[in-house]
C-alpha cells in the first residue's frame, strides 16, 4: 500500500491520454473532424489533463463548474477546485452536441478530441477580479483572460498527445505516475514541492534545504510551458537548476522534474492549483514562500500563504509549508529569513529581479552570497548570447518576482 498522499479527489490517477489501438483509432477519427485551435494555455490545461495532472478533471469546464469555482473554489460536484480550466472560441458554427479535433494553436498538431456538452459565455471581468484580483490588462494573467474567445466550450475530452514536451525536456518531462513510482522507489512518502519559474538562487536553494531537514526529500518542479517576457527559458533554467543541484545537495534528496503549463501569475488562487496538482504528483507539502505566482505588485508578499488558511481543511492533502524572506545577512554570516534575523536590511543582499537581469547582461558577477558562481555562469552564457534589442525587451518587460 502506497504512503504516499492520494491524487485529488481520492480516488486514482486519471490520466486521460490514449494509447495503443484506442489511440491510433481516435488519431484517424480526429483527422475527420472540425478543427478547434487552441492557445498555449488551453493546451498545456489539456496536456496536464492527459498525463493526470488534473485529476479528477475529464474535459474542460462548465458554466456551473466555472461560476463555482470562480465564486466558492468548487466545481458543481464538490470538488474544491481554484482555478477555472476552460476552453474558449470564437467559432460561431460550433454547436453543442457536436465534436471537435483540439488543435495545438502554435504548432497544427491535432492534440485532443473533444465532445461539446456546453457553449456558454462568461463575464471575464467577474472571472479576473475573483482570481487576480484586478481587471488590470497590464497583469499577463489578465491580459491572457481577456483575449479568450467569445465563447466557452465544455465537455470530456479524450488526449492525443503530450506535445513536444518530452522531445524537447527528456527525461526531466515526468508525468504524476512517473514522479510517484520514483518516491516509491526511493522510499519516499513525505515530499515537499518546490515551485519555480526561475533558475534557483541561494534563497531557493535555502528554501529546498529547510525542507530537506524535516522531509524524505524535494521535487523541484519546473514550469515548462510559456512565461511572460523576460523570464528566463526553460531550458536555461533547467540547466542551472541541475548545475546546483550536483554541487551543492547531498545524493538522492531532490529530483529535478518539469510539468507543461503555462503561468497565470495568479499569486493566492495559483498557489492552490500548484498544490492541487503537486498531490497528483505524489507531494504531501508545498514550499510557499514570498510572492509565489505573483507579479508586479499586485499580491501582498504574503497572500499566497495566507489562503490556505481560508479553504477547507479537507479541500487538499497536500499541505502548505509557509517559509519567510530568505537572503544572505553580513552580520549573521549566513543564508537567514525575517523570522531568524534581528538585523536591518542594510546587513542583508537582497536584489531585485530587475537589477540581476541587468548585471547578467552586462556580463557582471553576482555577489556569492546571492547566486553560487556556477549557476551564475550558466545565466551568463545566456546573456551574453542575446542580442542587444532582446536584452532591451528583457529590461522594459521583465518584473522581479519570486
Known sequence: MSKLVRPHGGGELKPLLLTGDALTAEKARAASLPKLKMSSRETGDLIMMGIGGF????????????????????????LFWPIPITLSTDDETIKEGSEVALVDGETGEIMGTMKITDKYTIDKAHECMMVYKTTDLEHPGVKMVMAQGK??????????????????????????????????????????????????????????????????????????????????????????????????FAPNTVIQAGYPLDMRYAGPREALLHALFRQNYGCSHLIVGRDHAGVGDYYGPFDAQKIFDEIPKDALE?????????????????????????????????????????????????????????????????YAGLTAEQNVKIELKGHSAA
Open 151 to 248: 465563447y466557452n466550450l465544455a465537455g470530456p475530452v479524450k488526449v492525443l498527445s503530450t506535445g513536444n514536451f518530452k522531445e524537447e525536456y527528456g527525461e526531466q518531462f515526468m508525468t504524476p505516475a512517473e514522479t510517484r513510482a520514483k518516491f516509491e522507489a526511493m522510499g519516499w512518502s513525505k515530499v515537499a514541492a518546490f515551485q519555480t519559474r526561475n533558475p534557483m538562487h541561494r534563497s531557493h536553494e535555502y528554501l529546498a534545504k529547510i525542507a530537506i531537514e524535516t522531509m524524505d526529500g524535494v521535487l523541484v518542479h519546473s514550469l515548462l510551458g510559456a512565461l511572460k517576457p523576460g523570464d528566463i527559458p526553460a531550458e536555461v533554467r533547467s540547466e542551472a537548476i541541475a548545475t546546483l543541484i550536483d554541487n551543492y
Open 318 to 382: 497536500t499541505k502548505n509549508m509557509n517559509i519567510d524572506w530568505t537572503f544572505w545577512c553580513k552580520k549573521c554570516g549566513g543564508m537567514a529569513s525575517q523570522r531568524t534575523c534581528p538585523h536591518t536590511k542594510e546587513d542583508r543582499i537582497l536584489l531585485s529581479g530587475t537589477k540581476v537581469r541587468a548585471m547578467l547582461s552586462e556580463g557582471q558577477d553576482l555577489p556569492v552570497e546571492f547566486s553560487r558562481p556556477e549557476v551564475a555562469k550558466v545565466l551568463q552564457k545566456y
Open 55 to 78: 485529476t479528477p478533471l475529464d474535459g474542460f469546464m462548465t458554466k456551473a463548474d466555472w461560476q463555482g469555482v470562480c465564486d466558492g473554489y468548487k466545481m458543481a460536484s464538490g
